[in-house]
């Protein structure tokens, strides 16, 4: 490998989620509940005070009239493992992505290691499975072995590039722990059916098994969500974490 390579290569055990854009508030939640009683009077709901009408979220939230919760919208920006984002691109409904091209533009050489508190070691069988802590050992083995294949990959990739290949040609080199960039546009009812399966909380009435990487993109979502919407999350919260 090039000094290069070696130099370039960063190594990274978190996540950035930031919010970028966003209209999204408890008010438009109920504004868009009341237009079948009160026509457009419902937009009177836009000036007043949400936290008297919370009863009517959690009713909305507990009866499963899940339409007045998309009456909004939150744009995120994610920079996560590609591996994170091929389990993303499943929530399909209620999602819009534009993801960082590999075919116009060098990819960099950010890399992910889990951290030492990333369990590595899983036991039972699917379904039933778990994980438990590593050893250092296994950390110390993991940390070396993915840092090596990075760098080998990365620097394969860059002599393509030198060569003259195509970038979408030699991007075909690099492994899914390569750090990608996208922006993710949701409403909160697509949101909260993500929540609900790609965290592990106490709260759920149906219990979620998901992988540590993209959990933590969907708890750094979670909290700019329950900033801008706190009586929505608070009856997400209290039924169960299940998306009307």
Request: with cysteine.
């Amino acid at each position: 490998m090039t000094d290069e390579a070696a130099q370039q290569a960063r190594f990274r055990d978190d996540v950035t989620v930031e919010l970028v854009r966003h209209a999204a508030r408890d008010s438009d939640v109920l504004w868009a509940a009341r237009v079948s009683t009160a026509g457009e009077q419902s937009l009177e709901e836009l000036e007043k005070d949400p936290e008297r009408s919370k009863g009517l979220i959690n009713f909305l939230m507990r009866d499963r009239h899940g339409t007045p919760f998309e009456h909004n919208s939150m744009t995120f920006f994610v920079s996560a493992p590609i591996f994170v984002f091929r389990e993303f691109h499943r929530h399909r409904s209620g999602w819009s992505y534009n993801e960082e091209s590999g075919r116009y533009r060098e990819l960099q050489p950010v890399f992910y290691v889990p951290g030492e508190e990333r369990r590595l070691v899983q036991q039972g069988r699917p379904g039933k499975y778990e994980f438990v802590e590593g050893t250092p050992e296994q950390h110390a083995t993991v940390t070396s072995a993915m840092e090596d294949s990075y760098r080998r990959s990365y620097d394969a990739y860059r002599e393509m590039l030198a060569a003259g290949v195509a970038r979408e040609v030699a991007r075909a080199v690099l492994p899914v722990g390569l750090f990608s960039s996208m922006y993710a546009t949701c409403n909160a009812r697509s949101l909260m059916h993500f929540l609900s399966l790609r965290t592990k909380d106490e709260r759920a009435a149906i219990p979620s098994f998901p992988q540590r990487e993209i959990e933590m993109v969907a708890e750094r979502m979670e909290a700019r969500w329950a900033e801008l919407m706190p009586l929505t999350h608070a009856a997400f919260n209290a039924h169960g974490r299940v998306a009307p």
